[in-house]
């Protein structure tokens, strides 16, 4: 139960820092995940693992990866899980950390798949979910036909959104599946989505050959060097773990998520030789864009923007959809040995209809026109405690680049630090990037990044950094060049396994244009918010966790009066071992000035369901979760949450605007794995 709970603790931390980073309550991280769960049910042999397979616990850093393979390398084979402390890098903490997903077997794992055994011994599991809010929203109100055909403030499906998923798996090797999805609002079996679902997904994934060591057809991911040239998907950024700056790619997965944007659709191999292995890819799918034609000559079109939200549930919505077709090529070289790794990589990205958005001021340097080519390389270097990586990336269209060069180094297992420089052109941009970055794209920014995780003692560690940033340019809601600065500090004090208390003090500072403005000459001004936590986790007993976290943020600035907003959440964790269900609790009290003191606090849901809720204005949240194991294969979960306002008689806007101070969602989830 200790390590099931270290588990959604670990996938916890990340997923809350993505979410607070890109500040969004809709995403899906399943790929982040993925890898995690599945070696959490197949402990990964270290006796036979190779330095990929652990990256993929995204876990443990480059110099630790390294110190274990050495030490396989020159004393043999690991007798015990045990010789683990005998590590340089490795204190205990690390080691309490992978033991949920790594094992150590005499008897190394048969490399070598036949069809035989992959069928006899794979996987097959198929999900059904249902999620909706009970509540009635204005979109859904029922108005006649000729108003609904001339509005887009009306929703033309229900308020229900429904998942499917059937999957074939074998180890990390094979993978094989569909998925389907309907958001709310959309349509299911007529009107735009005639063939059922909105969006639909699939895949055939190999891995695992001498020569050709993995193909992906269908819908796939891919991913280069720190992120800067392509990196399909979302990756950790600035996380309470300071070693976690350094970005792990995985050259080719299958895409399992349901996020209808970021992902490749076509074919992709990775062919390899002793050490040099090459990846080459194509990608043709269709995009939603806004597409006007030019006043003056009849036959010319372009693409103004293009929507990655993957809702089609209102006119314009339904009217971008499936406007423009993204083809991508490219191929990715790579060398790699214990200790160094290097490659190069080119790919083009071109459209069917040219994008030609307005300019402003700020988006100025924007990519305009109809294709673009970028080139990168990219390299790891580990040389004794140091881990030096980077990566150099060129864009064509504009001749901007963008560098990304840092440091993780282990004075020893109790001491780790990261540094990391990065300086991204203002004219630099690719469409699918996730160079470590403060904004929202890898672009416009320069900023030297510094952490460090310390453990004081056997029961007190610290994990802290800096990270100064500026813009060279003007972002949109920010007339002139800027700069900003965010700094985190987090001691934990972990007695025994069963007790941790954190607190953490997170500072950021960036300046944005001044709401005082005279409509002339706007003015910058530093707006600075401060976020303090404390979260106590303690295992009662073997099936029975508590958790408290109290959190209070202030925002301060010069146009506007200082806010605040404090939450304290009360979680409650119940997994008896003799019965075939597990339940999860929680109670929140929240009260905050506004919408930008809100605070985002990741929630247990189903698997791979993935909750992560703003919490702003004044009022309650409950929510209950149980899960129910029945015939040896099949999960059940329920979960029901309700927000409660205090003093509101409406919540949210336009459309999505509800009458009543209540917010309910329920989640139903059905497996079924054999």
């Known amino acids: 139960m200790l390590f099931a709970q270290q588990r959604s603790e670990i996938i916890q931390q990340r997923i809350e820092f993505i979410a607070e980073q890109l500040e969004t309550e809709e995403i899906d991280l399943t790929n982040v995940i993925e890898y995690l769960n599945y070696y959490f049910d197949n402990p990964l042999n270290l006796n036979g693992a ?7 616990l995204n876990l443990l850093s480059a110099v630790q990866i390294n110190d274990l393979l050495l030490h396989r390398k020159l004393y043999g084979k690991f007798i015990s899980i045990y010789e683990l402390q005998s590590l340089e890098y490795w204190d205990l903490q690390t080691i309490q950390l992978i033991l949920p997903f790594v094992r150590v077997d005499d008897r190394l794992d048969n490399l070598h798949i036949s069809w035989k055994e992959a069928l006899e011994h794979g996987s097959y ?10 509540e009635s929203k204005n979109g859904y109100t029922k108005v006649n036909d000729s108003i609904l055909k001339n509005s887009n403030s009306y929703y033309y499906g229900n308020a229900d959104r429904y998942y499917s998923r059937v999957r074939y798996s074998y180890r ?17 079996f007529k009107g735009a989505q005639k063939n059922g679902f909105d969006f639909y997904s699939a895949h055939a994934f190999f891995k695992g050959g001498k020569y050709l060591r993995s193909v992906a057809v269908g819908d796939y991911q891919i991913q280069i060097g720190q992120g800067l040239n392509l990196w399909s998907g979302y990756a950790f950024g600035k996380t309470a773990d300071v070693t976690n700056v350094k970005k792990t790619a995985n050259p080719l997965r299958p895409y399992t998520s349901v996020d209808e944007a970021r992902f490749m659709r076509g074919a992709a191999v990775d062919i390899g030789y002793k050490d040099f292995s090459i990846t080459t890819f194509a990608s043709v799918k269709k995009m939603d864009a806004s597409v006007i034609s030019d006043s003056i000559y009849d036959d010319l079109e372009f693409v103004t923007s293009i929507n990655i939200s993957g809702l089609h549930r209102t006119n314009s919505e339904i009217n971008k959809k499936d406007l ?21 990589a080119g790919v083009y990205q071109g459209y069917t209809t040219e994008f030609n958005k307005a300019i402003q001021p700020y988006n100025q340097f924007d990519f305009r026109g109809k294709d673009m080519l970028s080139f990168s390389g990219d390299y790891s270097w580990v040389y004794k405690n140091f ?25 020893d297992s109790r001491a780790s630090f990261s540094i990391l420089y990065r300086n991204y052109q203002r004219g630099y941009q690719t469409f699918y990037n996730t160079g470590f970055s403060e904004g929202s794209n890898t ?52 007695p025994t396994k069963q007790l941790e208390i954190y607190a953490r003090y997170r500072e950021q500072m960036r300046q944005k244009n001044s709401r005082d403005s005279d409509g002339t000459v706007t003015e ?22 508590i958790k408290s976290r109290i959190e209070y943020v202030t925002i301060q600035r010069k146009s506007n009066t200082p806010e605040d907003g404090f939450i304290f959440t009360q979680d409650v964790l119940y997994k008896p071992k003799k019965l075939p269900f597990d339940l999860a609790l929680r109670y929140a009290l929240f009260d905050t000035d506004s919408y930008d003191t809100r605070i985002y606090s990741y929630e247990n849901n189903a698997l791979y369901v993935f909750a992560i809720p703003s919490y702003y204005y004044q009022g309650s949240r409950a929510y209950a979760m149980v899960r129910f194991s029945f015939l040896r294969r099949c999960d059940l979960w329920f979960r029901y949450g309700v927000f409660i306002y205090n003093n509101r008689s409406a919540i949210g806007s336009g459309a ?19």
């Open 50 to 56: 190779t330095a990929m397979n652990l990256e993929d």
């Open 125 to 134: 599991e198929m999900y059904l979910r249902y999620q909706a809010t009970p």
């Open 172 to 188: 990390t090797n094979i993978s094989i599946g569909i998925t389907g999805e309907k958001d709310a609002g959309e349509q299911f």
């Open 324 to 344: 423009l077709t993204e083809k991508i090529f490219g191929s990715n070289l790579r060398y790699r040995n214990r200790s160094f790794q290097a490659g190069i």
């Open 387 to 411: 881990n030096f990586f980077g990566e150099t990336s060129r864009t064509s269209f504009s001749g901007s680049w963008a560098n990304l060069h840092g440091v993780l180094f282990s004075l």
């Open 443 to 494: 672009q416009n920014e320069s900023g030297i990044y510094a952490g460090l995780k310390m453990k004081l003692s056997s029961a007190w560690s610290i994990n802290s950094y800096i990270d100064l940033f500026k813009f060279p340019w003007m972002k949109y809601s920010v007339d002139a060049p800027s700069y900003g600065h965010e700094i985190m500090i987090q001691p934990a004090y972990k």
């Open 524 to 545: 910058l001004e530093a707006v600075l918010q401060r976020n303090y936590r404390l979260n106590i986790a303690y295992a009662v007993s073997e099936f029975f966790t």
């Open 656 to 674: 999505e605007e509800i009458k009543g101070s209540k917010k309910s969602d329920i989640t139903l989830q059905f497996r079924v794995k054999f």
